[in-house]
Nanobody, 124 residues
């Protein structure tokens, strides 16, 4: 059974920091691309950051560059999102996402999994 379990969300003051974690199980984490998305009330879900299976070349949405850092520990099947200099507009539910592919003969099957989300609220 595939599980992505986020943790670390909460209430933080503007300028503060939070570290989100996503513990994965039920699939081959070490060969999966892991991402963080977020969705604010009344808005569409947006990509926050993504990291490849080897941890190289993380990608960030422009508004998060320099403030957020995505990382992963393949030994612990966990991906992290360090969020610094938080702003009220960062308030959202943050979701962990995994994309992976499996080869069966010559056929390639791609899978995508989502966590249940963790609330981040930035407010004074």
């Amino acid at each position: 059974q595939v599980q992505l379990v986020e943790s670390g969300g909460g209430l933080v003051q503007p300028g503060g920091s939070l570290r989100l974690s996503c513990a994965a199980s039920g699939f081959t984490f070490s060969s999966s691309t892991m991402s963080w998305y977020r969705q604010a009330p009344g808005k569409e879900r947006e990509l926050v950051a993504a990291i490849t299976s080897t941890g190289g070349s993380p990608n960030y949405a422009d508004s998060m560059k320099g403030r957020f850092t995505i990382s992963r520990d393949n030994a612990k099947n966990t991906v992290y999102l360090q969020m610094n200099s938080l702003k009220p507009e960062d308030t959202a539910v943050y979701y962990c996402n995994a994309t992976t592919s499996v080869m069966v003969g010559i056929l390639r099957y791609e899978y995508e999994y989502w966590g249940q989300g963790t609330q981040v609220t930035v407010s004074s």
